[in-house]
């Protein structure tokens, strides 16, 4: 069976969260062929690959959304087709700018088959015409020149997307809806293989929380790209035969973004518990209350807050220590500017490691803590359960399911906070910090709820049965020995 893993802005050019289970999930199927196509900004991100890809992983294509039109290796803006769009192309073309019922088949053969140039497309009459006609029936209280180039800088990665030559399999599987949601889509359409949709977090609602923060985006624009967005996903709900999320609360969010309910199936993360068993711990002569971060330095961790939430709790408990933990490369701006804070409020003991072994540290902390805006069930919270560690995190994704538990009996591993709440997070380290015995319960309530939900045995048993059931319905022969590559 081949496998057509579709991930955007992820694996394998940044680690942790959906990375890590990407990397997981290949490494827990050996008999399984997998290819990689990779959704990624620009060509500059080209084969910077930070993970040693699995045996298993036998191909990896990359998409560019921010890229223009090459032939031969070379950069050219040459017409590819100068005739205009038949009555049907136009009228789905239409039909999708305006979020109206697509016929997306005659949109995916024209971008696929028709020669097309996207350039040329974009700046030419045919979308200079279906612009107008959109402008005219929902935005003709705005300018129309602001208009029309927001429309082209929106469809212009939509139509890159469109033009990719998708490698054939008999399983796509996306680990999100947007953009790699289509390319699995119009991936079924061309090849009539099977669609799985895997979502960690939700990826309209992620989007939408983005552009409403957005400074570069302003008034009925951010509606313009939330509504692209929407749209792109109930297309990947639409075409999929099995959708995928990793908690109940998501299953609602699906749902009510459009996904069928009887499409959708709960498959929690899962972890190598038993890998965390002889981490090493802290040294009994430590003074310092150790608190682990593990993260991406980015402003969708939110660091900001939490070193100000910090520098607040350390003036009542001066021996406590900030460890972030995780690459501050991915948004080197951000993490400047998280570095400037860290001067500017004259604070001490908070310590940037940079990419990280998060087993030789992790047990050295005496509890963890996650300050995200946005997140879906985070692998750090388990691999901080497995050390027998509580946390502290906002109330995102399924941060309260994993620390207050679903009525399992075991209580609270840690504390819940509100996003970018200064004062709640700083109270939650200064009671955590003052509190060992009940550091020590709740390490204990996490360490029992991963090891009884969150195993990587149970997910892997769980993926095991939808490839099965997928490798049945396309008629590929289910083997349990090793995939060998042929020469």
């Excluded at 927001?150 to 796509?172: E, G, H, N, Q």
């Excluded at 799985?196 to 923060?213: A, N, P």
Aim: glycine share 6%; aromatic share 12%.
């Amino acid at each position: 069976m081949k496998v057509c893993l579709v991930a955007e802005g992820c694996y394998p050019y940044v680690v942790g969260g959906v990375s890590g289970w990407i990397n997981s999930l290949i490494k827990s199927f050996p008999n399984i062929e997998f290819i990689l196509l990779a959704i990624v900004a620009n060509r500059s991100q080209r084969g910077k690959f930070v993970y040693e890809l699995p045996k298993n992983l036998t191909q990896v294509y990359e998409l560019y959304l921010d890229d223009c039109e090459w032939d031969e290796g070379r950069k050219t803006r040459k017409n590819r087709r100068k005739s205009r769009l038949s009555r049907k192309e136009y009228e789905e073309v239409l039909n999708m700018v305006l979020n109206r019922k697509t016929d997306w088949g005659v949109v995916f053969d024209l971008f696929h088959h028709g020669g097309i140039s996207v350039d040329s497309f974009l700046m030419g009459p045919d979308f200079f015409e279906i612009a107008r006609e959109c402008y005219n029936r929902q935005y003709p209280n705005i300018i129309f020149s602001d208009f029309l180039w927001t429309l082209r800088s929106i469809y212009l990665p939509l139509f890159w997307a469109l033009k990719m030559d998708v490698p054939k399999a008999d399983l796509y599987h996306c680990v999100a809806t947007g953009y790699a949601g289509v390319l699995g889509s119009m991936a079924k359409h061309f090849h009539g293989s099977s669609l799985l949709i895997s979502e960690h977090g939700i990826y309209t609602r992620e989007r939408e929380e983005e552009l409403i923060k957005a400074q570069w985006v302003k008034g009925v624009y951010k509606n313009i790209w939330i509504e692209q967005f929407k749209k792109m996903s109930l297309l990947a709900y639409d075409k999929a035969d099995a959708v995928t999320c990793l908690f109940e609360r998501a299953r609602t969010l699906q749902m009510e973004l459009g996904c069928p309910e009887e499409k959708i199936q709960v498959t929690p993360n899962g972890i190598d518990v038993d890998g965390f068993a002889d981490i090493p711990g802290k040294n009994p002569e430590e003074q310092m209350i150790n608190i682990g971060a593990v993260l991406r330095v980015s402003p969708i961790k939110d660091v900001k807050t939490m070193i100000q939430a910090f520098a607040f709790a350390k003036k009542s408990v001066p021996k406590l220590k900030l460890w972030i933990m995780g690459p501050t490369d991915e948004d080197e701006k951000y993490a400047q500017e998280c570095f400037d804070l860290v001067d500017s409020l004259g604070v001490s003991d908070i310590e940037f490691t940079g990419r990280v072994n998060v087993k030789e540290y992790l047990g050295r902390m005496d509890f963890t803590i996650l300050t995200s805006i946005s997140e879906g069930q985070p692998l750090t919270i388990l691999e901080s359960y497995a050390a027998h560690k509580p946390t502290i995190a906002t109330d995102v994704g399924n941060c309260r399911e994993l620390i207050y538990g679903n009525d399992d009996g075991f209580g609270a591993a840690g504390i819940l906070t509100h996003i970018m709440n200064l004062e709640e997070i700083a109270q939650a380290m200064i009671d955590l910090a003052i509190d060992p015995e009940g550091r020590e319960q709740m390490g204990e309530a996490g360490y029992k709820r991963v090891t009884s939900f969150y195993r990587i045995e149970q997910m892997k048993e769980t993926y095991k049965e939808i490839y099965r059931r997928f490798a049945e319905e396309q008629q590929v022969e289910w083997t349990e020995e090793p995939f060998q590559l042929k020469r």
